[in-house]
């Protein structure tokens, strides 16, 4: 409103300055110069007023726009700054709640750990009887095995004995054909007799199982 005066006002003044110029230069010829000035004057402030609030509607306009402008960056600034203080206190949070589960997750392996050591000593705990059972029924199976062996090793160094002194026997003839045929020197393994003077050949032979050798003269 204030521009829209303003502009009235240099627009009566500038229409009636352009109506007397005009009837100046048309010296006497104008009737009512009066009212020709006035109507000059009208029309200008018309005009002035037209413009004057234009100007004033275009300040406003633009006003509100930086109005609206500053309005929406204070707005971004403030939603800028609650977006960073919630992120700010999220992380806080997060951070806070990790800190709480990695504790937690350290005292659960720390209890696990200790039950699982605490389950394993009871496991060999309870395990060891039957172990030593185990062993013991081991050790006596082995003994059985042993104790029935026995007999049936015997027997068979009993049957080697005699195989070794049947071929002892079958051997005896070609042993002395064969002392005959020898120098008047006795071997190592020949031993004279007391109350003979012929050689005596002294065969041995081990029996498997048996724990002293067979030797048998000749």
Known sequence: MHKACKGALLGAAAGAAVAGVQLVR???????????????????AAVGGVLGWLLAWADASRA????????????????????????????????????????????RAVEAAETARRRTVEAAEAARPHLLAAAAAAREGAQRAADAARPHAAAAADVARERARDAVQAARPHVRATGSAREPAQPADEVTRPDSEEPVVAVGAVVPGDEAPIVVAL
């Open 26 to 44: 048309h010296d006497g010829e104008v009737d009512q110069p009066a009212v020709r000035v006035l109507k000059g004057a009208a029309e200008g």
């Open 64 to 107: 509100k726009k930086k109005k609206r402008a500053s309005m929406s960056a204070r707005r971004v600034q403030r939603a800028a700054e609650v977006t960073s203080r919630r992120a700010a206190e999220a992380a806080g949070a997060a951070s806070r709640r990790a800190a709480e589960a990695a504790e937690v997750a350290s005292h």
